[in-house]
């Protein structure tokens, strides 16, 4: 592709983590039933939770049983996977604009000042609730609905399908997360990837910033055109 024309036309963020900071109560909602089925969880090891779907990142904490969870009967996990979601819900409830990421707004004022259409790819079914809390349901051309697609994060899917309902080609868009899984998601669909958080834990991100705060348009411009 010819550098000269390359420009961003569409942004798609990953929820939590990066536009408000759910992941500290995914992280206490898995805690509380790892300590009730006995077993070892710790925020390192919730570092490969991050990104991954609910009934996946179950079987993750499964397999620090000593059988590695390899006789727990789908039922089983389901109720499991069920439980650990009412734990989120209760510590989702009071969630209010109050608890969006700082810069987020101000990011966002600029892609719509700028004509940039912003998509929302979460693996959480709870996102549209909670944008709804964080009152930015309007904010989204293109919320797309994780169980709508056929692998979650790391695959692509859940990125190229924001593109493809925001008609973007998936080389003009950029994509903003804060978990490894998240950041191969969009680099496996062929877009630019941002990374907030550790920069050891998103390497291959094409540019990383450590907070939100630092996120803003006219910073991620300058790499994307790099
Ligand atoms: O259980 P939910 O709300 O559908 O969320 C699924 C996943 O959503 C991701 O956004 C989180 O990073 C994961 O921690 C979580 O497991
Ligand atoms: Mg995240």
Redesign the pocket.
């Known amino acids: 592709m010819n550098k000269e024309h390359k420009e961003i036309r569409a942004m798609i963020f990953?929820?939590?983590?990066v536009i408000t900071d759910t992941?500290k109560y995914?992280y206490e909602a898995w805690k509380l039933l790892a300590d009730e089925l006995g077993l070892p969880f710790d925020r390192e090891f919730n570092e490969q939770?991050?990104?991954?779907?609910?009934i996946a990142?179950l079987e993750k904490i499964l397999s620090q049983s000593p059988d590695g969870g390899q006789f727990v009967t789908r039922e089983q996990k389901q109720e499991w996977a069920d439980r650990k979601?009412a734990n989120?819900q209760l510590l989702i409830e009071r969630v209010d604009e109050s608890e969006l990421l700082p810069g987020i707004m101000d990011l966002f004022e600029d892609l719509l000042a700028a004509g940039i259409p912003i998509g929302l790819a979460?693996?959480?079914?709870?996102a549209r609730t909670l944008l709804q809390q964080l009152k930015l349901v309007s904010r989204f051309d293109v919320i797309v609905d994780?169980s709508s697609v056929a692998q979650g994060k790391p695959a692509p899917d859940i990125f190229l399908k924001a593109a493809e309902e925001l008609g973007v080609a998936p080389h003009y868009c950029v994509g903003v997360e804060d978990?490894e899984a998240g950041i191969q998601a969009i680099k496996r669909a062929g877009m630019f990837a941002v990374g907030v958080g550790d920069a050891d834990i998103l390497s291959t991100a094409d540019y990383i910033v450590s907070e939100t705060r630092q996120l803003s348009l006219e910073r991620i411009n300058s790499h994307f055109f790099k």
Request: proline residues 5%.
């Open positions: 990953d929820l939590d983590g992941a995914h939770l991050k990104g991954i779907d609910r990142s979601n989120y979460s693996a959480s079914r709870n994780p978990a």
